[in-house]
């Protein structure tokens, strides 16, 4: 009950905070589309590529998201704006999850279908566009949702390098030994986290093929 | 027509193809008996390129096959396969109108279409609306056929297209086939293991056997044929090949 009324007191700011919060998520995983769907295609299509960039991938995966954010601070035009770090970070974490999902998306189309659309003179483009993708939607957005709900928990941590969002209350609950101002962070964030993953969800059903 | 010189096929030093020579008239139905492995479906797939040959070259209405534009080439050619490969996330209407609709034959155009060829396969236009997965095999196959006769190509490749069917669905296609062909007169090229469909279906039955083209002959003188090879089809067969070989001329 004590966290409510603090949530209820400070809701100028929680709302500040999940705000600043959702504008990091949401440019990151825009990044990540934009940058892991390609690739997974790529992949999929160039098999000589897969193991270095899954490889590369993986390996981002395992850096410690703290450590990450503290090696890119001295880096020039990133490190003037913490948010601008922040997007970085989390747009390479969001990775792994889009390109592999993608890449096995692809990959799961049954040979047959593209042998048919090949043999009846489909263009590279036409099979990608209308037969790869849209069969291989529901794989790929269900990347994304592993990478929203991803970020929305690392994106917390952001805060340690004043980025912002709802990490904000975390750490400074943290300071003052005070769990109400934790979960004045964490039960948001966690909110958020579950309604993004329910509105990809939903996204999802709605693109896939009958 | 069709016509094979000198082609062959490796990958990686194995022999798949050796030194193919063969013509395939206007009109005739010429059907590739072999075993697995014996490069049937490899020959098949050198008419449209989805295979491109190590040497020798394949000419297509009198045009080398790799001068032409490949897309051209494949929309000229009709081509049905065992699995069918029906795209999943169209309906029997968008499968069979892919071709034409990409073409941009407009779209009333490609309406009419769809309808006629439903009606050539003997599918009813109820099912123009359906799913792939809501259709039997047999179905299935014709909806295969149909999309692969979607543009009007002169030419059909047709690898074992009616393999994976029951018994009975597979004389009811076969039977079908042979009254399509008696109408639409298209250059055909079947694939097949089967010596009792090749003598129903085939005008020519090319035999081949470990990347060799053994003998091309009518289903009449393969019976007869005293080619070792020939006549060890015809004995696995065993009887009652003969009104095999009878239906398909009557």
Redesign the interface.
């Known amino acids: 009950m004590n966290v409510i009324r603090f949530l209820l007191q400070n809701r100028t700011q929680v709302l500040e905070l999940t705000g600043e919060h959702l504008w990091l998520v949401g440019w990151s995983t825009l990044f990540a589309m934009l940058i892991g769907i390609p690739l997974g295609i790529l992949i999929a299509h160039r098999k000589q590529l897969n193991k270095p960039v899954l490889a590369a991938a993986n390996i981002i995966q395992t850096i410690p998201s703290l450590a990450l954010f503290g090696f890119l601070l001295p880096v020039p035009w990133l490190g003037d704006r913490a948010e601008r770090l922040a997007i970085l970070a989390l747009t390479l974490y969001a990775l792994l999850p889009i390109i592999r999902n993608t890449y096995s998306g692809i990959l799961g189309v049954d040979p047959a279908v593209l042998e048919a659309g090949k043999g009846m003179g489909l263009t590279e483009s036409q099979l990608l566009f209308q037969v790869e993708l849209p069969l291989a939607i529901s794989m790929i957005l269900s990347g994304v949702r592993v990478a929203i709900v991803i970020s929305v928990g690392l994106a917390t941590i952001a805060a340690a390098i004043g980025a912002g969002g709802l990490g904000e209350f975390i750490f400074r609950g943290l300071a003052m030994v005070d769990n109400r101002v934790i979960l004045a962070g964490a039960i948001p964030a966690a909110v958020l986290a579950l309604l993004a993953d329910f509105g990809v969800g939903w996204v999802e059903r709605r693109l896939k093929p009958r | 027509m069709i016509e094979f010189r000198d082609v062959s096929y490796s990958v990686n030093g194995v022999h798949v193809l050796a030194g193919l020579n063969l013509h395939v008239a206007h009109g005739e139905t010429l059907v590739l008996l072999g075993r697995s492995g014996s490069g049937k479906t490899t020959t098949l797939k050198l008419v ?1 390129r ?1 295979v491109n040959p190590t040497s020798g070259e394949i000419r297509v209405n009198g045009e080398r096959n790799d001068q032409t534009d ?8 009709g ?1 049905v ?1 065992q ?7 169209f309906t029997v209407a968008q499968n069979i109108g ?2 034409p609709k ?1 073409e941009r034959w407009g779209e009333e155009r490609v309406r009419t279409r769809v309808r006629e060829l439903l009606q050539l396969v003997g599918l009813g236009e109820e099912l123009a609306v359906r ?1 792939p997965r809501q259709l039997s095999g047999g179905q299935r196959q014709r909806v ?1 056929v149909a ?2 006769l ?1 543009a009007d190509p002169a030419i059909l ?1 047709m690898d074992e297209p009616f393999g994976a069917l029951d018994p009975l669905t597979r004389d009811e296609l076969q039977r079908e086939f042979l009254l399509l062909q008696q109408r639409l007169q298209k250059t055909v090229v079947f694939v097949t293991h089967d010596l009792r469909e090749a003598l129903r279906l085939g005008s020519r039955i090319a035999l081949m056997e470990a990347g060799k083209l053994v003998t091309v002959l009518t289903p009449h003188e393969f019976l007869k044929s005293s080619d070792p090879w020939a006549s060890a089809y015809v004995h696995a067969f065993g009887d009652g090949l003969e009104s095999a070989a009878n239906r398909g001329s009557s």
């Open positions: 449209n989805l490949l897309i051209r080439l494949r929309r000229g050619i081509y396969i699995e069918v490969g029906l795209f999943p996330h892919l071709v990409i799913y295969g999309r692969a979607g490749l």
